[in-house]
């Protein structure tokens, strides 16, 4: 079998081109900013203070360009660490950060299971990684010795669903391919996929297209020789049993059963999640946020008046002009798709959301008393904020106030 490493000198993944940085940031989730303030500080981190980040497994550097431009773009000091087991991978993102004169980020070459070593950090991101050790315990396990008291990890693990036919194909061409170089196993697969039957479960699944988007896409989707898939169940005993706590998948609305069906009376909250996985059969992996299993609530929330409400993945204007006129808002997550509306009174308290104002101070300017904007601000947190277009953090505002 070709080694994880050997894959990912041969075809780091993914396919980047450290000239595009000019053009383009790539940003998601995990490790936004942002996100993590909301999902694992309550949305009162001090960004005064540096955050030290372990990006563990970083490929070719989406999460720690992400991360290390954004914290300089809101000028809070940070200490990154980037470790990946592949040289050519590191270089693609050593050459990302390069490009863009990134220079709070320390490349090593080496293992996560090495974490503890180069900590403790604030912050840890795994995305992609854990599902390609041999034993993802191992891993959960390292990195959560690595965390300081008060941190947290974003991360991301595949889930068994929404990759229905990628594993008896990884299955198959193990066998048909072991021994051969890579550029030889991903020509002859190439073939293979080509000429599947028409009703293969496979091709029938729209939830994926890796294979269509490059060489270390189809590589990694289907002759990875390290992969395995969790299921909710499987991912909540994972983190129980290596010290973690989920705190929060990034977008808790698809997990919800309540949005499909009526729950049973009694079902607990993981049952539902699990049930909910099933029935949605579309998510191909969980991105979520985890905590010490001795933590508290982390999850921030509009109980807290002091706190700096954020919008993401929509302009508030155009959200505020819609939700003036009564229109819903279309949403549109993979082959899943939703709409929100929210009643017209939202409109000025959605249009005062500019990553600066205190909810105190939106309440004040829409001139609505304690009782009145709470209502009003519960019906846009319960619609906006499962879905997470609705985040909570300070990081912004001492920044965007200096600069008034």
């Not at 020509?187 to 994926?208: C, I, K, S, Y």
């Not at 290596?242 to 909250?269: C, H, K, N, Q």
């Amino acid at each position: 079998m070709v080694t994880v490493k050997e894959q990912y000198e041969a075809y780091p993944y993914p396919e980047r081109d450290p000239a595009e940085e000019k053009d383009r940031l790539i940003t998601g989730s995990p490790s936004h900013p942002l996100e993590m303030d909301h999902f694992l500080w309550s949305g009162q981190r001090d960004w005064s203070r540096p955050l030290r980040v372990l990006v563990a497994g970083g490929g070719t550097g989406d999460g720690v360009i992400q991360l290390a431009t954004l914290m300089e773009k809101a000028g809070a000091p940070a200490e990154i660490t980037y470790l990946d087991l592949s040289t050519a991978s590191r270089e693609i993102a050593e050459a990302r950060a390069a490009a863009r004169g990134l220079n709070t980020i320390t490349f090593r070459t080496g293992s996560l299971l090495d974490a503890a070593a180069l900590g403790p950090f604030d912050y840890i991101d795994c995305c992609g990684v854990l599902h390609h050790l041999p034993e993802p315990e191992a891993g959960f396990r390292a990195l959560r010795a690595a965390l300081a008291p008060g941190g947290g990890m974003g991360f991301m693990v595949y889930a068994p669903y929404g990759r229905s036919g990628v594993y008896p194909l990884q299955e198959a061409f193990g066998a048909l391919f072991d021994g051969l170089a890579p550029a030889e196993r991903l020509d002859r697969a190439r073939r293979v996929v080509a000429a599947l039957p028409e009703g293969h479960p496979f091709l029938a699944n729209r939830n994926l297209g890796d294979h269509h988007a490059s060489d270390a896409g189809f590589y990694d989707l289907l002759l990875h020789g390290q992969d395995r898939a969790y299921s909710v169940t499987d991912l909540l005993g994972t983190l129980r049993a290596t010290g973690w706590r989920l705190a929060s998948f990034t977008t808790p609305a698809i997990y919800d059963l309540s949005r499909i069906t009526e729950v049973p009376e009694g079902m607990a909250p993981e049952e539902q999640m699990a049930v909910a996985e099933k029935l949605r059969g579309t998510i191909r992996m969980h991105v979520a946020y985890a905590v010490p299993d001795d933590s508290a609530a982390t999850v921030a929330t509009g109980s807290n008046r002091s706190l700096v409400p954020h919008l993401r993945g929509v302009q508030r204007q155009t959200l505020a002009r819609a939700v003036a006129h009564g229109k819903p808002l279309p949403l549109r997550l993979g082959q899943l798709s939703a709409e929100l509306s929210l009643p017209r009174e939202a409109a000025p308290l959605i249009a005062a959301i500019d990553g600066q104002r205190t909810l105190d101070e939106i309440a004040r300017a829409a001139r609505l008393d304690a009782l009145g904007f709470g209502l009003l601000w519960t019906r846009v947190q319960e619609t906006l904020a499962p879905w997470g277009l609705l985040l909570y953090s300070g990081l912004l505002r001492k920044a965007g106030r200096a600069g008034r």
